[in-house]
């Protein structure tokens, strides 16, 4: 699969959280060119804060690799991680991250933050805005204007 096919697979997760009510984001982990975890946001419908896709997806990886640390890991999500997730992601030491839409407001990969991008951090992942940005982009803003319209 391609860069593209990853974030098109992640962008129809981030769909499918939108139509439960869930900010629309999608996450997919990659090892060596096979998807190995792939989740939506559900932390409205599991009552948690923590039920980001990216928490998720790296729970999933860890459980199916049997380690902590994703090395060799690719992240592709629609949406830049916040500072949770960003955190995590540097501690499971994800080689790469593919991100959709930048997040003005809490984005944490250098955006608002820079937890991912910081280099006084022991591990830095190689780091990727913008593919498939204006889809990404869309299914938020359709999103939070329906929210709004309610």
Known sequence: MTDIEFMELALGLAAEAGELDEVPVGAVIVKDGMVIARARNSNRSDSCATRHAE????????RILGNERLVGCGL????EPCAMCAGAIVHARIERL?????DRKYGACGTVLDVCGNALLNHVPAIEFGLLEERSVELLQSFFKK???R
């Open 147 to 149: 929210k709004r319209e």
């Open 76 to 79: 592709f999500v629609t949406k």
């Open 55 to 62: 928490m998720i997806a790296i729970e999933q990886a860890s």
């Open 98 to 102: 593919v991100i959709g839409a930048r």
